[in-house]
T-cell receptor, first 109, second 116 residues
């Protein structure tokens, strides 16, 4: 399983764009990159998944460079309700999805 | 929107007792998971289940734990002889088959287990 490294925490203000970078140097050819969000006392919630280049959905964008050794989750115009823990997972064959320590994002007014 | 449901939401038990946590995954999903999260710590993988058998398990998932899909809708986690350190939030998750990547795991709201 590829190990992931993320910043422990980040602070932002409402209305700003937030970029959270995850490094996964030993990502394998068949691995995908997936991001989850977790609020206190709730289960994680899927945000986005990608394999290469850029993926965008209604809540976030995911940027993956050509070497795929890192990825960046971009949250446009965050609000207070985006305060949460964000997890980067590298997922390949098999059925073992392992969460790392995650990044605590604090959005201030 | 379909959702994963878990019961009970909170259970308090005495050390040494057996506990069964129940989950109803989303109906067309085929992959099922249990995770746990000790207060203030990260989400830890316990076990995954597919085609009526365990497909992956972590080192946490020892002989004290077992999982079962007793019928077409429920997925249970049994913890035998609970210990104080089993106190945690237990999350069930499920997902549909995908053609690439792991796709989206849908998590339940969790069952909080308190062992006294």
């Amino acid at each position: 399983l590829a190990k992931t490294t993320q910043p422990i925490s980040m602070d932002s203000y409402e209305g700003q764009e937030v970029n959270i970078t995850c490094s996964h140097n030993n990502i394998a050819t068949n691995d995908y990159i997936t991001w989850y969000q977790q609020f206190p006392s709730q289960g994680p919630r899927f945000i986005i998944q990608g394999y290469k280049t850029k993926v965008t959905n209604e809540v976030a964008s995911l940027f993956i460079p050509a070497d795929r050794k890192s990825s960046t989750l971009s949250l446009p115009r965050v609000s207070l309700s985006d305060t949460a823990v964000y997890y980067c997972l590298v997922v390949g064959y098999g059925n073992k999805l392992v969460f790392g320590a995650g990044t605590i994002l604090r959005v201030k007014s | 929107e379909p959702e994963v449901t878990q019961t009970p939401s909170h259970q308090v038990t005495q050390m040494g007792q057996e506990v069964i946590l129940r989950c109803v995954p989303i109906s067309n999903h085929l992959y099922f998971y249990w995770y746990r999260q000790i207060l203030g710590q990260k989400v830890e993988f316990l076990v995954s289940f597919y085609n009526n058998e365990i497909s992956e398990k972590s080192e946490i998932f020892d002989d004290q734990f077992s999982v079962e899909r007793p019928d077409g809708s429920n997925f249970t986690l049994k913890i035998r002889s609970t210990k104080l350190e089993d106190s945690a939030m237990y999350f069930c998750a499920s997902r549909a088959p995908t053609s690439g990547g792991a796709g989206e795991l849908f998590f339940g709201e969790g069952s909080r287990l308190t062992v006294l």
